[in-house]
């Protein structure tokens, strides 16, 4: 599994951007997939993630503007932001992983991760 993220970028409050991270390997139809960020001096929180069944969860700041999906065709997994706030800035990292759902949503437990990817938002 290598995952390879792409699509971060500068954009002013209210606007939007796509984070796309694709599989190079071949087991990405069933892995769980998920987007994390980490802001400076903070610590590392699960943004959204997509179970190989088509689940989704999304931390509570995200609900309504941030949404993940996958496209197994092309081993890519999305994140489109819309509604951008300053609050979302942060270095932005997609992981999968095969352990079970629950573990997916309720930890950073994934085995493998992509380089990340910065998204500034500027007020």
């Known amino acids: 599994v290598q995952l390879q993220a792409c699509g971060g970028g500068l954009v002013q409050a209210g606007g939007f951007l796509r984070l796309s991270c694709a599989d190079l390997?071949?087991?990405?139809?069933?892995?769980?997939m998920g987007w994390f960020r980490q802001a400076l001096g903070k610590e590392r929180e699960l943004v959204a993630a997509i179970s190989w069944s088509d689940s989704t969860y999304y931390l509570d700041s995200v609900k309504g503007r941030f949404t993940i999906s996958r496209d197994n065709a092309k081993n890519t997994v999305y994140l489109q932001m819309n509604s951008l706030k300053p609050e979302d800035t942060a270095v932005y990292y997609c992981?999968?992983?095969?352990?079970?759902?629950?573990?997916?949503?309720?930890?950073?437990?994934?085995?493998?991760w992509g380089q990340g990817t910065q998204v500034t938002v500027s007020s």
């Open positions: 992981a999968s992983t095969r352990r079970d759902w629950s573990i997916a949503i309720g930890s950073n437990e994934y085995t493998h």
């Open positions: 390997g071949r087991t990405f139809s069933s892995r769980h």
